[in-house]
């Protein structure tokens, strides 16, 4: 099992910059990817940024490219993933949720945290 809480969600005009964390706890394997997603309420969640845990190889969704850049760090017991997120606008207004799991798509996640709002305002 994976535990996963995310931080750093709120509200933020447009043009501003945030910087989501997320604390990941257990059984995190050394090759999953941790993940950056967000969702709109009647909409699909969409896949923002990927990261591989051991190789750091990055994959982004066609709206973060350019924009947002996911990082990690690992401590001893953890694995702390960022997503900054710079030139916000307001279709960037989201849930948004960190993921854990095997990652070769973005499909390929099995663990998911409870999510953090961002709301840009315009």
């Known amino acids: 099992q994976v535990q996963l809480v995310e931080s750093g969600g709120g509200t933020v005009q447009a043009g501003g910059s945030l910087r989501l964390s997320c604390v990941a706890s257990g059984a995190i394997e050394l090759n999953y990817y941790m993940g950056w997603f967000r969702q709109v309420p009647g909409k699909e969640r969409e896949g923002v940024a990927r990261?591989?845990?051991?190789?750091?190889?990055?994959?982004?969704g066609g709206s973060a490219e350019g924009r947002f850049t996911i990082s990690r760090e690992d401590a001893k017991n953890t694995v702390t993933v960022f997503l900054q997120m710079n030139s916000l606008n307001p279709e960037d207004s989201a849930m948004y949720y960190c993921a854990a799991g095997w990652g070769s798509t973005w499909s390929d996640f099995s663990y998911w945290g409870q999510g953090t709002q961002v709301t840009v305002s315009s």
């Open positions: 990261i591989h845990r051991r190789y750091s190889w990055i994959y982004y």
